[in-house]
């Protein structure tokens, strides 16, 4: 499985990003797609996932600003972020993983900056 995400770069406070993440390979489903980050210094962490079934998992820090959606013909997995704060500044990586299976599968990463 490859995941390429895109969309990332540098946004003032306040403003909006979308990023998406195209899956290829051999992909099993149903699965569990979204999106981690992790800051320098920091460790990785939860921001949204969303099952094959729309059933979706946010991070407390990002409800009410980030939405996550997908298209499952098309395989893709996509953040809508809005109000960023410099504090959402981090790599972004998608993320997937199919039920019942132990593997997970990550892209490369994308950077979002906000400044101030």
């Known amino acids: 499985v490859q995941l390429q995400a895109s969309g990332g770069g540098l946004v003032q406070a306040g403003g909006s990003l979308r990023l998406s993440c195209a899956a290829s390979g051999r992909i099993h489903r149903p699965n569990t797609m979204g999106w981690y980050r992790q800051a320098p210094g920091r460790q990785r962490e939860l921001v949204a996932t969303?099952?094959?079934?729309?059933?979706?998992n946010l991070a407390d820090s990002v409800k009410g600003r980030f939405t996550i959606s997908r298209d499952n013909a098309k395989n893709m997995v996509y953040l809508e972020s809005n109000s960023l704060k410099p504090e959402d500044t981090a790599v972004y990586y998608c993320?997937?993983?199919?039920?019942?299976?132990?593997?997970?599968?990550w892209g490369k990463g994308t950077q979002v900056t906000v400044s101030s």
């Open positions: 969303m099952s094959s079934g729309s059933t979706t």
């Open positions: 993320y997937l993983r199919g039920v019942g299976y132990a593997a997970e599968f």
